[in-house]
C-alpha cells in the first residue's frame, strides 16, 4: 500500500504549476461559441467557450474587457487569445482570455499564428535585429494614408516636439487587396532616400481593416530595411505583425511621433544644462591654471628675464673675444697665403716657358730624326724593289718566255696534259687560252 498520500490542494496546486510551466498553453487560439456570458459588476467576464463535443470555463479579467470592442452574446462563435491554468478553489480548469475576436476571421488567425512562428524560428523578431532609434532625426518619412486624423496628429506631434526635422510623407493606402503592394512600394522608396527614420503609421479600425500589415511579405520587406523603422498601427490593443519585425513599435500614431522625436524643450533644457556644467568647468579649470601660473608668475626670472641670459652673456662676450683672435691670426694667414700664391704663380709661369721651349727643340729633333728614317728606308726599300724584280719570274716573261697553266695548275712536263685539253698561257702582257692539239716529247 502507498503510504505518499497527498492532500486534495496539494494536488490540485501540482497540477495548477504544471499547466502554468507549460508554454505549449500560456497563449493559444481557441475558437468555440459563447454561452452562459455573465458582465459582472466589478467588470470581470465570465462565459464558456464550446463546441459540439467539448466545454470549458472561461474569464476575461476587467483590464482586458475593459479594452474589447466586441460586444459579447449568446451563441456568438469567436477565437479567443488565453492562458490554460487552473482555478484552485474550485479545482477546475479554466481558460484566462485575454483578447476576443469574431470567428470571421477565425482561418486568418489561424494562418497569422502560423506565419509567427515561422518568422519567429528564423530569427526575425530577436531584439539584436533591432535598430537603435537616432536620439535627433533630422530627416523623417512617414508612410500613412493621404486624409485622415493619423496623419494630422503624427504631423502635429512632430511639429510641436521637433520641428527642425525634415518631414516627407510617402501617402499611401493602409487597407484592402492593393494596400500591402502599395506600403511596400513607399517603404522601399522611403529606405532609399536615406531618412533617419521611418514612421509606419495607420488609424484605429476593425481588425478586417488593418489585415493587411499582417502580411508575411510586408514583414519579411520590413525586416530587410536599412533605415530604422518605427510602427504605430491602430490602437494600444492592436498589435500585427508588421510591429513584431519593426524596430521599434508604439501603440498608436501618435505615440510612434512622439517616440521617434525628442521634445525640443527638453533639447533646449539639456543644450542649457551642458552649457551651465561647460561654464563651471571651464571656470574650475582657469582656476586651477591660475594658480599653476602664480608661483611661476613669481619666479625671479619672470620679474627679470634678463638675468636668466646673463650667464650665457658671459660666455659669449669671451666666445666672441676669443673669435677676434682668431680673425687675426687667421688674416696674417691670409696674407702670407698670397704672398706664396704670388710667388708660386710667377714660378710655374717661368717653369711652363722652360718646358714649353724644351717641347719645341724635343719636336724638331724627332721631325729630323724622323725624316733621315724615312730617306734610309726609303733606300733599303729601293734595293730589295730592284732586287725582287731581277728575281721576278714575270722578268722572264719579258724575254719572250711564258707560263702554262692547266685548271690553275702550272704545267711543267708534257705528261701533264692530254690532246684536246684546253690549257692558258701567261705572256707577258696577258693570257692565252688554246687545245692540245700534238705533243712532242724531246729525246
Not at 496623419?151 to 499611401?172: E, F, G, H, K
Not at 714660378?347 to 718646358?355: F, G, I, N, S, T
Not at 725582287?388 to 719572250?400: D, Q, V
Amino acid at each position: 500500500m502507498n503510504h505518499n498520500v497527498l492532500s486534495v490542494y496539494a494536488l490540485v496546486h501540482y497540477i495548477k504549476q504544471t499547466l502554468d510551466q507549460d508554454k505549449n498553453i500560456q497563449s493559444v487560439l481557441i475558437k468555440g461559441e459563447i454561452s452562459n456570458f455573465t458582465n459582472h459588476r466589478s467588470g470581470h467576464w465570465y462565459f464558456t467557450l464550446k463546441d459540439t463535443k467539448a466545454k470549458i470555463n472561461c474569464v476575461m479579467f476587467s483590464s482586458y474587457a475593459s479594452k474589447c470592442k466586441i460586444l459579447l452574446k449568446e451563441g456568438m462563435k469567436v477565437i479567443v487569445q488565453a492562458s490554460v491554468s487552473m482555478y484552485e478553489v474550485g479545482g477546475s480548469i479554466q481558460l484566462y482570455v485575454t483578447r476576443v475576436q469574431v470567428d470571421g476571421l477565425g482561418d486568418l488567425f489561424l494562418q497569422l499564428e502560423e506565419v509567427k512562428r515561422r518568422l519567429q524560428q528564423e530569427g526575425l523578431f530577436l531584439p539584436q535585429h533591432k535598430k537603435p532609434l537616432p536620439m535627433y532625426p533630422m530627416r523623417i518619412g512617414i508612410i500613412s494614408a493621404r486624409t485622415g486624423a493619423a496623419i494630422q496628429d503624427i504631423l502635429t506631434t512632430i511639429s510641436r516636439r521637433w520641428p527642425l526635422a525634415n518631414v516627407q510623407v510617402y501617402p499611401s493606402l493602409v487597407q484592402g487587396i492593393a494596400a500591402t503592394d502599395d506600403i511596400i512600394r513607399n517603404l522601399q522608396q522611403a529606405d532609399s532616400d536615406g531618412h533617419d527614420v521611418i514612421l509606419l503609421a495607420r488609424g484605429g479600425g476593425a481588425i478586417e481593416d488593418l489585415w493587411c500589415f499582417n502580411e508575411e511579405r510586408l514583414a519579411r520587406c520590413i525586416f530587410q530595411m536599412q533605415t530604422v523603422i518605427v510602427t504605430g498601427v491602430g490602437h494600444e490593443t492592436d498589435t500585427t505583425l508588421v510591429d513584431y519585425v519593426s524596430d521599434a513599435r508604439a501603440p498608436t500614431p501618435t505615440a510612434a511621433a512622439e517616440l521617434i522625436t525628442p521634445d525640443i524643450l527638453e533639447v533646449k533644457q539639456t543644450v542649457f544644462n551642458f552649457k551651465r556644467m561647460l561654464e563651471r568647468q571651464m571656470k574650475h579649470r582657469l582656476m586651477i591654471e591660475k594658480n599653476q601660473f602664480l608661483p611661476l608668475k613669481q619666479h625671479r626670472y619672470m620679474k627679470d628675464p634678463l638675468s636668466y641670459i646673463q650667464e650665457s652673456q658671459m660666455r659669449l662676450a669671451l666666445h666672441i673675444k676669443e673669435l677676434g683672435v682668431i680673425e687675426r691670426r687667421v688674416n696674417v694667414w691670409k696674407q702670407e697665403v698670397a704672398k706664396y700664391q704670388h710667388a708660386m704663380a710667377f714660378m710655374a709661369a717661368k717653369l711652363q716657358q722652360e718646358m714649353d721651349r724644351q717641347i719645341h727643340t724635343n719636336r724638331q729633333d724627332l721631325l729630323t730624326a724622323m725624316e733621315h728614317y724615312r730617306l734610309q728606308a726609303k733606300e733599303v726599300m729601293g734595293k730589295k724593289i730592284a732586287l725582287l724584280n731581277a728575281f721576278s719570274p714575270l722578268k722572264i716573261l719579258e724575254r719572250g718566255y711564258a707560263i702554262t697553266y692547266q685548271n690553275d695548275q702550272l704545267i711543267k712536263s708534257v705528261n701533264d696534259v692530254a690532246i684536246d685539253e684546253e690549257i692558258s698561257i701567261r705572256m707577258q702582257d696577258g693570257y692565252v687560252y688554246a687545245n692540245v692539239k700534238k705533243k712532242e716529247e724531246l729525246v
